[in-house]
């Protein structure tokens, strides 16, 4: 597995009345690593520097959130797809981790992700592009967004195709929090 990250490079706000963007953290497993171009404003890292920054794995995101009872997965004839989000308290606000994966077992192949991430029903992502994907050939891919927010609720809804973009599969989750 293979981990990307995207920092936000503007300070945090002091006064939080909106939902702020962190970082969004990529995964991808792939027999060819020469194959994976994350989009360019993403830089490689391991677990370890991941975990130094104070962010978990995508993997280890979803299963919080499935251990709190909002991660949703469906796999059909080998093929996997899952969304949810993550909440933890941090200080005054919420660390809101808002995430889908697609993947394919055992045999690797084209995939593709994206997601759209409501606030309140306010849109905060539609990433990649509306109708675009992250794209790999491979095994897996997933990310998430990182945002500290308000109190609120959420809806995180995910983007999936096997090798056909025209065709994609959704999958959706929604929160309330505290």
């Given at each position: 597995?293979?981990?990307?990250?995207?920092?936000?490079?503007?300070?945090?706000?002091?006064?939080l009345?909106?939902?702020?963007?962190?970082?969004?953290?990529?995964a991808?497993?792939?027999?060819?690593t020469?194959?994976?171009?994350?989009?360019?404003e993403f830089t490689?890292?391991?677990?370890?520097?991941?975990?130094?920054?104070?962010?978990?794995?995508?993997?280890e995101?979803?299963?919080?959130?499935?251990?709190?009872?909002?991660?949703?997965?469906?796999?059909?004839?080998?093929?996997?797809?899952?969304?949810?989000?993550?909440?933890?308290?941090?200080g005054?606000?919420y660390?809101v981790?808002?995430?889908?994966?697609?993947?394919?077992?055992?045999?690797?192949?084209?995939?593709?992700?994206?997601?759209?991430?409501?606030?309140n029903?306010i849109?905060l992502?539609?990433?990649?592009?509306?109708?675009?994907?992250?794209?790999?050939?491979?095994?897996?891919?997933?990310?998430?967004?990182?945002y500290l927010?308000?109190?609120?609720?959420g809806?995180?809804?995910?983007?999936?195709?096997w090798?056909?973009?025209?065709?994609?599969?959704?999958t959706?989750?929604?929160r309330?929090?505290?």
């Amino acid at each position: 597995m293979r981990y990307y990250i995207s920092i936000n490079p503007q300070p945090e706000p002091v006064n939080l009345t909106a939902p702020y963007w962190k970082a969004t953290v990529l995964a991808v497993s792939a027999p060819d690593t020469t194959a994976i171009e994350p989009p360019p404003e993403f830089t490689e890292v391991t677990v370890t520097q991941l975990h130094s920054m104070g962010y978990p794995t995508p993997e280890e995101s979803y299963n919080e959130a499935a251990a709190q009872g909002y991660g949703v997965e469906y796999e059909t004839d080998g093929l996997d797809k899952k969304s949810w989000i993550n909440v933890a308290k941090l200080g005054d606000w919420y660390q809101v981790q808002y995430g889908s994966a697609t993947g394919r077992n055992p045999w690797p192949g084209q995939l593709g992700l994206g997601c759209r991430s409501y606030y309140n029903g306010i849109l905060l992502e539609d990433g990649p592009a509306p109708g675009q994907f992250y794209e790999t050939n491979g095994w897996y891919t997933s990310h998430y967004h990182n945002y500290l927010a308000p109190a609120g609720d959420g809806v995180e809804v995910g983007r999936h195709h096997w090798g056909n973009r025209n065709q994609p599969q959704y999958t959706e989750v929604r929160r309330r929090w505290p």
